[in-house]
Each structure stands twice: as C-alpha cells, then as structure tokens.
C-alpha cells in the first residue's frame, strides 16, 4: 500500500461504494476500474432459512476475525464442501468446542476443498455427512433446532466431471443442531452496480474484462475475481496491468513497464539445470501445527524458517524459461526444440467497410520465450506420452505448432496444421486455421500475407504495413496477427533447424 501511494495515488477507505461507475465518469474521472472481488456468500433458498442460528460462511469469519462474539451453540453443522467450508468447520470447533458436522451433497471425492484443508479439517474430528442435501430448516421460537436433509445418489457427470447428486425419494431425515453455516459458494457483491449499464453474465460477474478490462462502457474497466470468477492471484494482477494499459492508451499515456526482456537462459545453465532436474529433491512442506496446540485462531500451517525457503527456492527448475518435459518424454522424436526471434510489433485488425479495408485498432504480438517446441505430425503415433507428462495442462501433441512434410496430409487437416516450403529464393509458410488456409512468404525483407480475405505485405525489420486490400466482403473482424506469427515460426524454423526436409529446400 506505502509502495502504491508513494507514487501519489490517493486512496479512500471506509466508503460505501453508491453509485455506478458511470456516476464517476460524469463528476470526470476518465477511467473507473472496478476491482470489487467475489466476496458474497451464495444464498440458500430453503424454507427456514432466516431462522437465528444460520450464518453465511464468510459473514462469520469476518466477525470471528473482528473479534465481534457469535454464539453457535454447542453443536454447528457447516454445508458445503469448498475450502471456506474447511474454515468454517475450524472456526466452529473453536468457538463451540465440539467438531462440527459438514454436510456435502457428493462424497469426499468429489469434494472441491484442496487436500491440505481437508486433512487438517478431518483430524481435527469434524465429522462429515456425505450424499445429503438440505431441504428445510427446523426452527423453534425463530431458532433453528434442526436441518431436514434428503439422501442423495451419484449420478452421471456434470460438465465440470463431477457425478452429480441425484435425490433419494422417501429418505429425509432430519439432524438436530444448534446452528447452521451456509458455506455453498459466492458471488460478486456488485450492488452499487444497479443501475449500470456495464456487461454482466449470467452469474451476476462483469463481463468483458478479458482484452484489456474494457467492460462494454467506454471508461469503465475491470478485471480480478469480479470478472473472471475466483481464481488466483496471479490472474487477478495480469488484469490489473492490462487495464492499467488499456487506460494509459486511452489517456494517451505512455505506459511504462519494465524493458521488453526475452526470457531465456543460456545452453551452459540449461545443461547444468538438466542435470539437476536428474536428483530428485523432495517438496519442503512447512508442518502444520500439532492437534493439541490448535485451540486458538493461530495459523495452523508453519511458515518456512529460512533454511527451508532457501532449499525450496533451490528446487527451482526454471520451467518459465525451458522445459523440453514434451521432448524428452516422445519416443518417436516429434517434439523438437527450436529457437524463435524475441519480438514485439503491432499488427493490425481490420474490418470491411466502404468497399474497403479499414484498420479498427492494432493488436501487440509479443513473444519474449525464445525456446519453443514445434511439434512434426508425420513422426506422432498420439501414444499421449508428452501429455501425461506435460507439466501444464497442455496435450503437446495437438496444442503446439504441427508442422506437416506429407502435403497429402497437411491438405486433410482442419486446424493447427503448417506447411513450409521453399519456391526458387523465397519460403513459404502456410497454416490451416478453421478449415481455411492461410500464406505467408518470406523473401529479402519483404512479406505478403494472404488470408481468403485480405492480401496484406509488410517491410521488415519492423513489420510496416506496406499493402493492404481485401478480396471482397466479409463480417467481423480481421486479425493480422497471425503474420506475425507465422513470420516467427517460419524464421525460427528456418534459423534453427535448416536440417528438416521442408520442400524445395
Ligand atoms: S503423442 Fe506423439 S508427440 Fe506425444 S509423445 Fe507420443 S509420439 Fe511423441
Ligand atoms: S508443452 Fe508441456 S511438456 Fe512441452 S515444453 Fe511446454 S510445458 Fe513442457
């Protein structure tokens, strides 16, 4: 925070947010970024539900942290199956001195808290109801005294693969309890957001956010868990920056990052790490804390001394610069490693309008991994090695760039499909995307790129558009970006391994 307003930024707590923020485009800010989180407790709609004794999970951790008192009684059951659920459960314990009941629709399996949570929940001896669902709350003189559940079964699974909860006619039974804690799920608390006109989707999250934040409101952007659903941290500070882009370049501002820097390491340390990459070191966890020191709201997992952060930072295998994992693990040699040019250019996307190309915006191609992997079709037999091993959850095989020498075969593809040759002094490159076919040709600083709607050429070193026209009407929008890419393929492809037999050559 001291780091943020160093910098002059003026920040306001202990606000009610009021207004959309079109109310603050009219008092004139420029650009409003909304970054409000999803930090609201999905509602249960079930008879009894107001009864005292029903809390929403994140409501009461946040009065537990706060210090204000909150009476659960002697005897809490918790719903849900999430990590908030975990907190839930051990924040019951403490403040009734009983473990909890949590009641979850599925089984342990398909439960969505991580691993860790549910060990240091369950040894602590919070009990849990698999295969339930709440139907009513019982109450007496407004307080709940019990839940009515109903038995389920699994099902078939439901889009995300998780069997789905199929009810048990005839088999409620009820649970007496003291009191409730509803931890199902959240949602953005976007209620200053009435009157808006900005995109929101079907769960009640902004839309939109993803190029740049802009959120259909020309000045409003957003970014974070408010648009893309939670998820990490990480994420949320990517649309962070971007927005912070996307604004600059509205304000014509000069957005000021760090140097453009191709990440990379030199063949010494990659050899040196490989060889590290052979021992095999084992993951320092930090423990947790022993059951009987757990009474009071200390974290419950250690943090690293320094001796340990030092030995996990050396586990490092630096897999943002290299992993070759895809090239290592293929029998059959058709995952190769190859060096591409780091660059950074803008190209244009255009529409069709007045009988002619008109330019929209540009986008920023920027590839700063100068090791890629392209993949050699004609060599893959899809044994699906390189996608078990892969260390994201990438499938090598079809994903990466699959470069074709049987023309018969490339011309039999739909997608991801390269092909390059060389025609007298100039190579050629040609993609299939979307069944349709696209070409790039390379000669002495000059290239021409022709998609069936748009025959472009661009000057090099920098890509200038030097030509541009369009074959005739078309919907939508154009993205030249795939020059871009092509050129970067083709060049590294070329430059690095001259050896492959590409047509011509
Ligand atoms: S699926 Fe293809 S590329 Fe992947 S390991 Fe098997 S043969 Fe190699
Ligand atoms: S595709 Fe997967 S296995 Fe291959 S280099 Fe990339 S991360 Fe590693």
């Not at 409620?172 to 976007?190: C, H, K, M, N, R």
């Not at 930072?313 to 943002?320: D, P, V």
């Not at 890629?372 to 079709?377: F, G, L, N």
């Not at 490159?429 to 390379?442: G, M, P």
């Amino acid at each position: 925070m001291a780091r943020i307003s160093d910098l002059g930024v003026e920040i306001k707590t202990g606000h009610d947010i009021r207004q959309a923020p079109e109310g603050l485009l009219n008092q004139g800010f420029e650009a409003v970024f909304i970054g409000s989180g999803f930090q609201k407790d999905a509602a249960l709609d079930i008879e009894g539900i107001q009864s005292k004794g029903v809390y929403a999970a994140l409501d009461l951790l946040e009065k537990v942290r706060r210090g204000i008192p909150v009476d659960l009684g002697h005897k809490a059951l918790v719903i849900g199956g999430g990590d908030t659920a975990m907190d839930a459960a051990g924040v019951s314990k403490r403040l009734t001195g009983q473990p909890a009941t949590i009641v979850y629709r599925r089984t342990l399996a398909e439960m969505p808290a991580s691993p860790e949570e549910r060990e240091a929940t369950f040894e602590e001896g919070t009990q849990l109801l698999e295969l339930a669902s709440p139907m009513r709350v019982i109450s007496e003189n407004g307080h709940v005294v019990g839940l009515e559940c109903i038995k389920n079964k699994l099902g078939e699974p439901g889009p995300d693969g998780r069997r789905r909860p199929v009810p048990v006619q005839g088999s409620e039974f009820v649970i007496p309890t003291d009191s409730i804690i509803l931890a199902i799920g959240q949602e953005p608390d976007l209620y200053f957001m009435q009157t808006s006109q900005v995109l929101r989707t079907k769960n009640g999250a902004i839309s939109g956010g993803a190029i740049g934040g802009e959120s259909g409101i020309k000045g409003v952007y957003a970014g974070g868990d408010a648009v893309i659903n939670p998820d990490s941290i990480i994420s949320a500070c990517a649309d962070g920056e971007n927005a912070a882009e996307a604004i600059c370049k509205q304000l014509g501002v000069e957005f000021d990052t760090l140097p453009f820097k191709p990440a990379g390491i030199n063949e010494d340390q990659i050899r040196i790490n490989k060889n590290a990459r052979v021992i095999k070191q084992t993951l320092q966890k930090p423990a947790f804390q022993p059951l009987s020191a757990r009474a009071g709201f200390d974290l419950l997992e250690r943090t690293y001394s320094e001796a340990q952060a030092k030995r996990e930072a050396e586990r490092c295998l630096q897999c943002a610069s290299y992993c070759d994992k895809c090239v290592e693990v293929c029998p059959n040699r058709a995952n190769l490693t190859y060096f591409v040019p780091a660059i950074q250019i803008n190209l244009p996307v255009i529409v069709y309008k007045n009988n002619k190309a008109e330019i929209v915006r540009n986008e920023i191609l920027k590839v700063t991994q100068t090791r890629q992997i392209v993949h050699i079709d004609d060599l893959c037999n899809e044994c699906g090695n390189c996608d078990t091993f892969c260390v994201h959850a990438g499938k090598p095989y079809r994903e990466k760039p699959r470069l074709f020498f049987d023309e018969n075969v490339y011309n039999k593809e739909s997608d991801n499909a390269y092909f390059v040759e060389k025609i007298g002094s100039t190579w050629s490159i040609r993609s299939r995307v979307a069944t349709e076919e696209r070409e790039l040709k390379l000669e002495q600083g000059l290239i021409t790129f022709e998609t069936p709607r748009v025959k472009s050429s661009f000057s090099l070193p920098d890509f200038d558009l030097t030509h541009l026209v369009v074959t005739g009407p078309f919907d939508g929008e154009e993205s030249l970006v795939e020059a871009g890419e092509m050129f970067v393929l083709v060049q590294g492809l070329i430059k690095s391994m001259p050896y492959l037999p590409y047509r011509g050559n």
